[in-house]
């Protein structure tokens, strides 16, 4: 009985101590510093477990054909590139923000399996700023995306570059024609202007 009772009074101190904690606002949630180094170990390894164990079950299609790359660069550079940054590119203000930072994704490209860059880049992670992509997009539209990034630990910035030119007109977020432009078959209309008022000429009447 005494062991039950010294076990009941350690929890009830342990949850009250961590409530303290909770509402005492000592714990720093801005964005601007870095976690604890075991706050980081702690979401870093339950990521990457609950990420191995849920994409297990997930079957990859046939991601070796080129076509298939090349109608996911376009989706990659518009989706993926202010966050992540590309071959030769710096992630965008907003990227640079993310705490924890957003990885190279080239290096998650080498470390993790396309079954488990197809269930991140669909589902997102909490708490890390990273979308769940699967919201908005099927699947058919995410695998090109996840076609392009196991290429590239093999790209740098110009080969990055060459393919983005060819693939013009391929993927979901192409920009065929960049707004406020005008094409020669539609030009811009332009205002017509107003018939000046006739002048009247007194010369011409009969007064009387």
Not at 31 to 60: C, D, M, N, Y
Not at 86 to 110: F, I, K, R, V
Request: glycine share 8%; proline share 6%.
């Amino acid at each position: 009985m005494k062991i039950i009772t010294t076990l009941v009074i350690t929890l009830a101190v342990g949850v009250l101590a961590i409530a303290g904690f909770v509402y005492s606002g000592l714990y720093d949630v801005s964005a601007s510093s870095p976690h604890s180094g075991i706050v980081a170990w702690l979401l870093s390894k339950t990521s990457h477990a609950s990420i191995e164990r849920q994409a297990r079950l997930i079957e990859v299609p046939d991601l070796a054909d080129e076509t298939l790359a090349l109608a996911g660069i376009s989706d990659f550079d518009s989706m993926c590139t202010g966050c992540h940054g590309a071959p030769g590119q710096d992630p965008e203000a907003m990227g640079q923000g993310l705490n924890p930072a957003a990885p190279d994704l080239a290096e998650s490209a080498e470390e993790m399996t396309a079954a488990e860059l197809f269930w991140v880049t669909k589902n997102g992670i909490k708490m890390t700023g990273m979308p769940a992509w699967g919201e908005t997009h099927g699947d058919d539209e995410l695998w090109p995306v996840i076609a392009l990034l196991t290429r590239l630990p093999k790209l740098d910035s110009a080969g990055y570059q060459e393919m983005l030119a060819n693939a013009a007109g391929m993927g979901h977020h192409t920009d065929d024609e960049p707004s406020g432009e005008h094409t020669h078959d539609q030009p811009a209309q332009q205002e017509e202007s107003a018939p000046e008022p006739e002048q009247h000429d007194h010369d011409t009447h009969e007064h009387h």
